[in-house]
């Protein structure tokens, strides 16, 4: 494929138009924003030369695309989500969230990378194979709007939409590379489930001198809850949490000992040692193997001065990343059942925005579009990649997996500088650039390959 | 006393004058609110007939003003202050709370009982006195504007001020009844000190699915911290915090035993039983003769909306009320002590906003001042006044007292309805008359006793 095919400029000005939309999935205030970026991308496509349609579903709408080659060739389907992360703290931006600015060869945008660079990436090497007749696959193409806040709609849809995603390869492009950038084929994500506990004391405000030592604190006692979900060790004091746990094959055991992991580069990066999870698990065994529980937000009463009351309530936040094998249901019911166990009597505990439950899942190292990947990322980059157990979540994939009767195979160029999730979220030129060679590489190697279904 | 003295429309406007000012001490955006308040004040005393003056102090001014009579009656120093309550959350108030609003024969605003109210109720009882030529006694009128954040301003002039502030007796009007409305003497305050703790980890927000298992994450790890602070039964885990506790002498104890305490009454007003402190102490004994640590703010992330971060920083803020003998500086050092020696070592913890300490005092059940308020109250009220040991705190009063050589006298007409600290603060025209009328009778009755100082 020869490089004029990369048409940068036109492809950041795109790609700008596309970060405008304010994609807040989990915002409803953001909503008709979401449609709006649906219905943009779906005439983007078209004009691409998918045959492209938004779909509706109980949630936000998806954007379904497709090219057909032809039989007895593999058909490939490509997901991503054009919905974002919400931009709190929006003061900590440099530039505003949805104005992508261009600065020192990175685009600065919420969405930047996650995912719509990524995806973008992906779909703009679809475009160039279009365009000179390269694009030899059955090409399926799903965009959800609902990632960042638990794919409700198209987990909906899956059922209805089995043969319209039919495919043999699920090909997700939401997924990065190891710090040093070395190409890095994802082999497995965490499951996630989030639970909200409020606790709930005084009918109102009480001063904290006329009632301290008498009344409940509900700060008071939703912290000291909240820290019997720990051991000492910061494992996680659940019953039947750890349950069903995957261990690594000798396999997976021996290929991630062979990825990079540098925790004094991490504690540069991060400003901390990565010390937190089980000590007896290697920093990527506890991120790719382990699950983790981590409490995202807490508020109650007031923290920025001092108010000598009692509050009547407060509130905590919490998810969980689940290894594979985990029932995300046991789990999230074991983690209630706790709560619920140590709450105390004389308060009213309410459990509430559960759910979103997603499994964790790993991939066969020796499949084939594992194998496939690795040739076309040692051809693009000179030098093996590394097989990496991610700790995060895209809790669609397994399900969308199975309902496609796919295999998964996650390779993305993101990276941990892109500062996704947070304020100042960018994706380089350069990472656009590799994920649209490695898309268009891969899409081309495969449709000489025997991955096509009997 | 006639009760005509009592003019109860004019009483309630200049009241209401008084509550517009927003004077939230702890404010630095309502600083010059609280000295145009003092000024307002001063020019107040003044038309009254007494001697008044603004006092600068190294914080917010304070209104002094006095009535000499001559040598050989008592001194009196009457105590109270201008400033108020922050008033969030205030979308809770039914009316504005600097709009003073009359409902039911009870006056909104905060302020409105704490200590506005309660000070002008004995300020216009010196005001009728004055009038009709029956205050008999020195007066001296000390009313600050830093008693909600720490006093700094008025502690600060203590020594500078010992001879302006002279007298014989320390009269406040800062403290409530028993819930069934009975007079009560209060017989000692609790100590208070505040402290507030941020622990910072990840240099900025980081994914909780990339980072969950590595990254301590601050939220969590506030939250076991701040659980290490107390022991399963809820008291204190904190070497040293109980040390030099002075126990209840026979007659304290005999005294809190007949104050009536009803906890169905108290589940009925607050929402929730007693049950919090030592189990074996009554709810009155915990309250007046045990210390409480309470948090009362926490905030960390977002609890609002999921968003799936470790963030980087979480922060809490403390108080604890302290029973008598407690040194306040040595228990603000344990609190310290015992956070820093378990706050992770790869986060940083800062403790910030310490302060404000003042220690609890008891004060002797048989002591002249004491006697006399009682009589004074059989009288109003035709019944025995009750002994109570109160679990709020004016740190100052210990202070203020050692300052001025007088023996303090608590007697206030508060109530827990009238919810001070917290939104819809009010208190009643009942209320502020009885206040008026103890206050007229007992400077009365002070004029012809020995209590004067040698």
Redesign the interface.
């Known amino acids: 494929m020869s490089a004029e095919l990369f048409k940068e400029e036109r492809f950041i000005e795109e790609w700008k138009v596309f970060l405008r939309f304010p994609s807040v999935g989990?915002?409803p205030a953001h909503h008709s924003d979401c449609s709006a970026c649906a219905e943009w991308l779906g005439q983007h496509l078209n004009t691409m030369g998918l045959a492209a349609e938004v779909l509706e579903t109980p949630g936000l709408p998806a954007v379904y695309a497709e090219h057909r080659t032809g039989d007895g060739v593999p058909t490939i389907l490509f997901y991503g989500h054009y919905d974002v992360?919400?931009v709190?703290p929006v003061d900590a931006w440099t530039t505003p969230p949805f104005e992508p600015a261009l600065r020192n060869g990175r685009l600065y945008a919420r969405g930047a990378q996650d995912d719509k660079g990524q995806a973008f990436s992906f779909l703009k090497a679809v475009e160039a194979l279009l365009a000179t007749g390269q694009l030899k696959v059955n090409l399926k193409v799903i965009i959800e709007g609902e990632e960042?806040?638990g794919s409700r709609g198209l987990s909906a849809m899956l059922d209805a939409w089995r043969e319209r995603l039919a495919a043999d390869i699920l090909m997700v492009a939401d997924t990065?590379t190891i710090p040093d950038g070395t190409p890095t084929i994802v082999m497995g994500l965490?499951g996630?489930l989030?639970v909200?506990v409020t606790l709930?004391?005084?009918?109102?405000?009480?001063?904290?001198?006329?009632?301290?030592?008498?009344?409940?604190?509900p700060?008071?006692e939703l912290?000291?809850l909240?820290?019997?979900l720990?051991a000492p060790d910061r494992s996680i004091a659940v019953d039947g949490f750890y349950d069903g746990i995957h261990n690594p094959t000798a396999l997976e055991h021996s290929l991630v000992q062979k990825t990079p992991f540098d925790p004094v580069a991490?504690a540069r990066s991060?400003?901390?040692?990565?010390?937190?999870?089980a000590p007896e698990y290697t920093?990527l065994e506890?991120?790719g193997f382990?699950?983790?529980?981590?409490?995202?937000?807490?508020?109650?009463?007031?923290?920025?001065?001092?108010?000598?009351?009692?509050?009547?309530a407060?509130?905590?936040?919490l998810?969980a990343?689940l290894a594979a094998g985990q029932d995300p249901n046991h789990c999230l019911e074991a983690i209630c059942d706790h709560l619920k166990a140590r709450a105390?009597d004389?308060?009213k505990l309410t459990i509430h925005?559960t759910g979103?439950a997603g499994a964790g899942f790993r991939i066969d190292p020796e499949s084939a579009p594992v194998r496939l990947a690795r040739d076309v990322l040692v051809d693009l980059a000179g030098c093996e990649p590394v097989y990496h157990w991610?700790?995060?979540?895209i809790p669609i994939i397994p399900a969308l997996a199975e309902a496609a009767g796919a295999a998964p195979l996650l390779v993305g160029f993101g990276h941990?500088d892109d500062?996704?999730?947070?304020?100042d979220e960018s994706y380089s030129i350069a990472q656009f650039r590799r994920g649209f060679e490695y898309a268009a590489h891969f899409l081309q190697a495969a449709a000489g390959t025997h991955l096509a279904r009997e």
């Open positions: 989990a915002d992360q919400p709190d960042e806040s990065g965490r996630l989030h909200a709930r004391g005084p009918s109102h405000d009480l001063h904290s001198g006329l009632h301290g030592g008498l009344a409940l604190n700060v008071t912290t000291r909240l820290a019997t720990f991490y991060f400003g901390m040692p990565p010390v937190a999870g920093p506890r991120l382990r699950p983790a529980l981590d409490i995202n937000g807490i508020s109650g009463g007031n923290a920025n001065s001092m108010k000598t009351v009692i509050p009547s407060a509130t905590a936040r998810t990343r105390p004389a308060m925005d979103s991610e700790g995060a979540s941990e500062h996704v999730h947070a304020p």
